[in-house]
């Protein structure tokens, strides 16, 4: 079952489009990256899979319903690039993490005995159960996403959606969060998640997804690091893939070189 399913997208600002004729299927399961160079339309592209951004033309459907009618949010987990939480707001790490229930319980009804649960075991699959009652100002960067991750995980949702969320944290956070995603995956989650460096998060990667200058460059093996010998005997290059000077390249650490 494909759990996304996006058809011909077109998504355009000010007059400029974006993203051009773009089509992809995740399906249940599948931990899927999206990758590309700053201002390549990756970002963009799951932000309006997700209804944050427009598109002009286009189909997308999460769980086998038009996103235009889709209801079950519940069933979501939204990731974003920074948390946003530590610039005054005086909340705890748990009561971040507990604001990610309310899609599944509801805004009018009280927290109870399995929202606690979801919540210390979100905490404990990001590795922050000891700063539950924490501000969330106190928290490094990392451990500040590494919150958004939690926040998402307790709601126990069918698919995981981030946006860059190895980008400019430390590394321990990193290990972190490849060992949540990967419980997650375990367990039958699917993944979408947009990656300016996999890192720790590489072995979890089934498929990559390559967007260059608005449209999907590459499907398959996710790039390999520079000087990587890739086997001669293989042929990983997909039919759709983007001429020789689209490529992207991959330094040692896995950042992608033409990406910001």
């Known amino acids: 079952m494909s759990v996304v399913d996006v058809r011909h997208l077109a998504v355009g600002y000010d007059g400029r489009e974006i993203l051009h004729d773009v089509s992809l299927s995740v399906r249940g399961g599948e931990v899927v990256a999206i990758l590309g160079a700053n201002g390549s339309g990756k970002s963009t592209l799951i932000r309006t899979i997700l209804g944050l951004v427009p598109s002009t033309r286009g189909e997308i459907e999460l769980f086998g319903t038009d996103r235009r009618k889709f209801r079950d949010w519940a069933r979501v987990g939204y990731v974003p690039q920074r948390l946003g939480a530590g610039s005054g707001v005086p909340a705890t790490v748990g009561e971040v993490v507990a604001s990610g229930r309310l899609a599944r319980r509801g805004i009018f009804r009280p927290s109870g005995a ?28 990392g451990q500040q996403q ?19 969320p190895t980008a400019g ?53 996710p790039p390999e690091p520079a000087g990587h010998h890739a086997d001669p005997g293989h042929d990983h290059t997909h039919p759709h893939a983007a001429p020789e000077k689209a490529k992207i390249c991959v330094a040692p650490t896995d950042r992608i070189t033409t990406a910001g």
């Open 114 to 141: 399995a929202d606690r649960a979801a919540v210390r075991e979100a905490l404990t699959a990001v590795g922050l159960q000891m700063r539950i009652g924490d501000p969330v100002a106190t928290l490094s960067g």
């Open 146 to 164: 590494r919150t958004l991750i939690a926040r998402a995980l307790a709601g126990r949702p069918d698919l995981l959606v981030l946006d860059e």
């Open 169 to 221: 944290v430390d590394a321990a956070s990193q290990e972190a969060f490849a060992a949540a995603l990967g419980e997650f995956a375990a367990r039958g989650g699917t993944i979408l998640l947009v990656a300016h460096e996999l890192g720790p998060l590489r072995p979890l990667i089934d498929r990559a997804i390559v967007v260059h200058e608005g449209q999907i460059a590459h499907q398959g093996v």
